[in-house]
């Protein structure tokens, strides 16, 4: 079955770094876009970041720009997404998702496998 895994969410004070992983059982994410989501209670599941096949485009919302970096290791079929300077509004569950297509989306429908989330909380 094909899946993704979803690694290092947390609790870290507001100002402090998370560093979040995804991880694929049963394919390679090189052929693959790659976007996080998050979901924060009562809210919808909204678009984060996304990193295109061969990382020819990213994408940041623009609450995360300057804030948060996508980065897509192919040799370890990893991507990342490292989070610095966080904020209470960054609380949510983080999703990764992958989309057999070349560009990127926010349309979580776009998008063919997703792992189960990691809870990020951004607290003093």
């Known amino acids: 079955q094909l899946q993704l895994v979803e690694s290092g969410g947390g609790l870290v004070q507001p100002g402090g770094s998370l560093r979040l992983s995804c991880a694929p059982s049963?394919?390679?994410?090189?052929?693959?876009?790659i976007g996080w989501f998050r979901q924060a209670p009562g809210k919808e599941r909204e678009g984060v970041s996304c990193t295109s096949v061969n990382d020819r485009s990213t994408y940041y919302t623009g609450s995360v720009q300057g804030r948060l970096t996508i980065s897509r290791d192919n040799a370890k079929n990893m991507v990342y997404l490292q989070m610095n300077s966080l904020k209470p509004e960054d609380t949510a569950v983080y999703y990764c998702a992958a989309r057999f297509a070349a560009d990127c989306s926010n349309y979580v429908p776009d998008y063919d496998y997703w792992g189960q989330g990691t809870q990020v909380t951004v607290s003093s």
């Open positions: 049963g394919f390679t994410l090189d052929l693959y876009t």
